[in-house]
């Protein structure tokens, strides 16, 4: 596989992320196959993906889209939001998927256990991206950030599996690098992610006002999810943490906020949950992140 080969790739949960995937991967000349709910499956058929981005430009790309995956292909990206995850695999059989690789883009640290329990330990290759992308309507993506970036990782996988279709991705437009610690990649994305999330979305603040009105707090649960990250073998540093936050647009929202705002589950569980459960198990003390948890969850979500 190389980046001249023309690929066939599924992509399942063809959203923000996912949509913007396909119509790249597509654009670029590989045959993407997006696997979707019946109503999602016959529009993208019928339309293609039709992205819009400063970054990528304005194009539709035409992909197919069936409501299963029925024929082996060189990868499979998984795409869906967490709470989606289990209900949504049924889509992909282990038996039809073969050798391809598994590679799913969800934030979080537990999902990678969960799939190489149901596929090949040593094909699954968690990516983490950075890009905030949006499905405004199935087939319309928004793409909204002037960058997008992946880390392909994936401790068992074959360095010669990573590194072609991280020439894949990466000749289709987002940045893509291959890091050989997986463990590191996934918490470097999570111990940024996991205070942003739940702070904003608990007060229903962007991160300026966060940074401002609840700095004590801000500055603890990142020393919180920093010593976590420590202990799983990611990044320790939490002044890099702030620094990052200060720097963000002060309008800045969590996806997890965006969700709450729209009244859509929340990946609650994949972030704040499996961050206080990698807590006890390393027995690393997280009040802040403890109550903020339950406060959410005491909140409904
Ligand atoms: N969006 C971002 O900017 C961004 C950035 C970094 C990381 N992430 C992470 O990427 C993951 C995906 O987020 P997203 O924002 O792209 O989500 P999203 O826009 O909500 O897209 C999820 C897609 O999954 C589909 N889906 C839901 N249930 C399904 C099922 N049972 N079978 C097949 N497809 C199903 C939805 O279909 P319909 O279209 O039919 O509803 C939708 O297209 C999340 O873990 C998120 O945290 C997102």
């Given at each position: 596989?190389?980046?001249?080969d023309?690929?066939?790739?599924?992509?399942?949960?063809?959203?923000?992320?996912?949509?913007?995937?396909?119509?790249?991967?597509?654009?670029?000349?590989?045959?993407?196959?997006c696997?979707?709910?019946?109503?999602?499956?016959?529009?993208?058929?019928?339309?293609?993906?039709?992205?819009?981005?400063?970054?990528?430009?304005?194009?539709?790309?035409?992909?197919e889209?069936?409501?299963?995956?029925?024929?082996?292909?060189?990868?499979?990206?998984?795409?869906?939001?967490?709470?989606?995850?289990?209900?949504?695999?049924t889509?992909?059989?282990?038996?039809?998927?073969?050798?391809?690789?598994?590679?799913?883009?969800?934030?979080?640290?537990?999902?990678?256990?969960?799939?190489?329990?149901?596929?090949?330990?040593?094909?699954?290759a968690?990516?983490?991206?950075?890009?905030?992308?949006?499905?405004?309507?199935?087939?319309?993506?928004?793409?909204?950030?002037?960058?997008?970036?992946i880390?392909?990782?994936?401790?068992?996988?074959?360095?010669?599996?990573?590194?072609?279709?991280?020439q894949?991705?990466?000749?289709?437009?987002?940045?893509?690098?291959?890091?050989?610690?997986?463990?590191?990649?996934?918490?470097?994305?999570?111990?940024?992610?996991?205070?942003?999330a739940?702070?904003?979305?608990?007060?229903?603040?962007?991160?300026?006002?966060?940074?401002?009105?609840?700095?004590?707090?801000?500055?603890?649960?990142?020393?919180?999810?920093?010593?976590?990250?420590?202990?799983?073998?990611?990044?320790?540093?939490?002044?890099?943490?702030?620094?990052?936050y200060?720097?963000?647009?002060a309008?800045?929202?969590?996806?997890?906020?965006?969700?709450?705002?729209?009244?859509?589950?929340?990946?609650?569980?994949a972030?704040?949950?499996?961050?206080?459960?990698?807590?006890?198990?390393?027995?690393?003390?997280?009040?802040?992140?403890?109550?903020?948890?339950?406060?959410?969850?005491?909140?409904?979500?």
């Amino acid at each position: 596989m190389t980046a001249n080969d023309g690929l066939t790739v599924a992509i399942l949960g063809p959203g923000g992320i996912g949509g913007l995937l396909a119509a790249l991967l597509s654009r670029s000349g590989h045959r993407v196959i997006c696997l979707a709910g019946d109503e999602t499956a016959k529009t993208l058929s019928a339309k293609g993906i039709h992205v819009r981005s400063g970054l990528f430009g304005d194009f539709t790309a035409p992909v197919e889209a069936d409501t299963e995956l029925r024929e082996p292909v060189d990868a499979c990206l998984i795409a869906v939001k967490a709470t989606a995850l289990d209900m949504s695999l049924t889509r992909v059989p282990p038996a039809v998927l073969g050798d391809g690789l598994v590679v799913p883009f969800l934030n979080g640290v537990e999902h990678p256990g969960l799939l190489r329990a149901r596929y090949r330990a040593d094909r699954v290759a968690p990516a983490a991206i950075r890009a905030e992308s949006t499905r405004v309507a199935p087939g319309e993506i928004e793409h909204g950030t002037p960058f997008a970036e992946i880390d392909l990782t994936g401790d068992p996988v074959p360095d010669d599996r990573l590194t072609a279709l991280a020439q894949v991705l990466d000749a289709a437009g987002p940045t893509t690098r291959v890091h050989a610690d997986e463990a590191a990649t996934l918490w470097s994305k999570m111990s940024l992610l996991a205070p942003f999330a739940l702070l904003t979305t608990r007060y229903a603040l962007p991160i300026g006002d966060v940074r401002t009105q609840h700095r004590e707090e801000l500055l603890a649960l990142v020393d919180e999810s920093t010593a976590v990250s420590a202990a799983c073998g990611g990044p320790s540093d939490p002044s890099m943490a702030i620094a990052r936050y200060d720097a963000f647009p002060a309008t800045t929202k969590s996806s997890m906020q965006r969700d709450a705002e729209a009244g859509r589950p929340l990946e609650l569980d994949a972030i704040g949950g499996a961050l206080l459960r990698a807590a006890d198990h390393h027995e690393v003390p997280v009040p802040v992140a403890t109550r903020l948890v339950s406060e959410l969850r005491a909140a409904g979500h």
